[in-house]
């Protein structure tokens, strides 16, 4: 599903360049769980952005589904990151005085896989059963700052899922979260790549929730250093 050769990213900072990525290869089969390690700066967050067509590549290539991408434009990787991939960072990022709902359903007026829902009852009946499916369908109505930092992570899932992207990839989806709701956010992760086949790309520097992966790709100084199957 994912296939990169040789892949760099240098970033201009000044009059410095920074070589985020440096000649990496890798490649991960469709409905794989790979977590993505590494110490801050060694490129993991790089890698993921590039996987999730956030951004290009200074060279290589990248396929994805066997389509290359690495020299798409914004608006086609766009269309990629819509029908593809489906996002959960760390830091949320949800509307700060939507509801729940509201956060869920917003994928859906822009989404270009037929998933695209004109009418409304219809979107709010599939967000709602997106939130009950992570446990939040009691706080369907509830905003941002009315929920936990464990609840606004289920919220970013139920968005991430709304359009069933095969791939959904995490940046430290645990790393804002007290151990009891991080602990159910990987339980949440872990039931939906088992039961619906997702493939699940993680970056994270939490040894415990990497140890959950089927496969660890560990990353230093912008290399692949190591990968080693669970």
């Known amino acids: 599903m994912i296939e990169i050769e ?17 000649g990496v290869s890798l490649k991960i089969e469709r409905g794989e ?13 790089t890698l993921m952005h590039l996987m999730g067509c ?20 914004e608006n086609q990787l766009a269309a990629i990151r819509n029908v593809q991939i489906g996002f959960v960072f760390q830091t949320f990022n949800l509307l700060p005085r939507a509801s729940a709902l509201k956060q869920v359903i ?33 706080r369907l109505d509830h905003q941002p700052t009315e929920l936990s930092g464990g609840q606004q992570q289920r919220v970013a899932i139920a ?4 359009n069933a992207p095969p791939i959904i990839m995490t940046d430290e989806p645990t790393g804002n979260l007290d151990s009891k709701s ?6 949440i992760l872990t039931r939906l790549h088992r039961e619906k086949g997702i493939t699940l790309v993680m970056v994270t520097h939490d040894e415990g929730i990497g140890a959950l992966a089927e496969r660890i790709v560990r990353v230093r100084d912008g290399q692949v250093m190591q990968e080693a199957k669970q």
């Open 6 to 22: 040789d892949v760099t990213k240098v970033y201009q900072v000044g009059q410095v360049e920074v070589h985020a990525l440096q």
């Open 33 to 45: 769980w790979v977590a993505i390690m590494g110490p801050s700066g060694s490129g993991k967050s």
């Open 54 to 73: 956030l951004d290009t590549p200074t060279s290589g290539v990248y396929r994805l589904n066997g389509v290359e991408v690495s020299g798409m434009n």
């Open 106 to 138: 917003l994928p859906m007026q822009y989404s270009r896989n037929g998933h695209r829902v004109a009418d409304l009852a219809e979107r709010k009946r599939r967000a709602r059963e997106a939130l009950e499916m992570v446990g939040l369908g009691d």
């Open 159 to 162: 968005r991430a899922l709304i």
């Open 182 to 187: 991080g602990a159910e956010v990987m339980d």
